[in-house]
């Protein structure tokens, strides 16, 4: 079963609401496309709006169904809205889709939960549209270039969540620490680099990822969701055995690469590769598990960031 979880959207709505107008659309129940009379309110409204600019999409759920099944019909929500206004009206070059599912406070209306929301800036505000979505630019001197003083924009500063929480089969809920200092160095290591994603492990010679390790997979997920630029290569490597004969480091490369596919990272932005056990960190026999454990890795390398 899917976590309850916020797909994160790269801008902070927390200040400077009031020059951010918004409509609503509703949905039939465990649909994600809408009825006549909504398709009509978002066609008249896209006409109506065609010079004003989209910043975010956020989709909703009712509390009916599994929350896998919930998690994954906001998305279809979100995905058909932003198909549908994709090419009629402009969107930020670092817009994100936001989906909630059913992980947000539940209006006793099942109605009003089943909905997508789209917020927008008019026109006559887009020359402080940054001010208005509440991000800091912060401007950078550099030392004088062959006489020339130069000026950067800093990039604004990417905030993680420090924890996530998953809804098990039995009902019981496991909490998993994110470790955000992992996710900021991916974020801001440079092309090239090469990181080492740190207990991420699977069941014994499969390309199941363990419960425990779940959260690890959504560390990489976020850090791609923050930096749209970024691209990598999911590299697995086994521990052992001097021949990958099944080619399971491959198979578990593929499992992640998967994983981030099936969450809407675009597929030009990873490839994987499996490498069996011919970049050890210890060479082969290994003398104890410390070393076997070491071997038997997944890494990520910085394609383009």
């Not at 936001?98 to 006793?108: H, L, N, T, W």
Request: glycine share 4%.
């Amino acid at each position: 079963m899917k976590p309850i979880f916020v797909f994160l959207f790269s801008l902070l709505f927390t200040t400077s609401f009031y020059a951010q107008e918004q409509i609503t659309v509703y949905f039939d129940s465990n649909k994600f496309e809408l009825n006549n009379l909504e398709n009509t309110k978002l066609n008249t409204w896209i006409s109506e709006n065609k010079n004003n600019k989209i910043v975010a999409i956020h989709g909703f759920t009712d509390a009916d169904g599994t929350n896998g099944f919930n998690d994954t019909l906001a998305q279809k929500r979100v995905k058909f809205i932003f198909n549908a206004v994709k090419n009629q009206i402009k969107i930020r070059e670092d817009f994100k889709t936001r989906s909630f599912g059913e992980s947000f406070a539940q209006s006793k209306n099942k109605e009003e939960n089943r909905r997508v929301i789209i917020y927008y800036i008019l026109e006559k505000d887009l020359a402080r549209e940054d001010e208005i979505l509440g991000i800091k630019n912060e401007i950078v001197e550099k030392l004088p270039t062959r006489g020339t003083a130069e000026l950067s924009v800093a990039k604004p500063e990417i905030v993680y969540p420090e924890k996530l929480v998953f809804e098990n089969p039995n009902g019981t809920k496991s909490e998993f620490k994110l470790d955000t200092a992992f996710m900021k160095k991916v974020g801001e290591a440079k092309t090239g680099e090469k990181l080492q994603i740190q207990n991420l492990n699977f069941i014994i010679n499969t390309f199941a990822v363990v419960n425990e390790s779940r959260g690890k997979l959504y560390e990489l997920l976020l850090v791609l969701e923050k930096n749209p630029s970024l691209k990598i290569e999911i590299q697995g490597h086994l521990c052992c055995m001097p021949v990958d004969r099944t080619d399971l480091s491959t198979q578990r490369a593929k499992a992640i690469f998967n994983f981030l596919v099936k969450h809407d990272i675009l597929k030009d932005r990873l490839s994987y590769k499996g490498f069996g056990s011919t970049q050890p960190i210890y060479p082969l026999p290994e003398k104890d598990e410390q070393e076997r454990a070491a071997n038997r890795r997944v890494e990520i390398l910085i394609v383009e960031n």
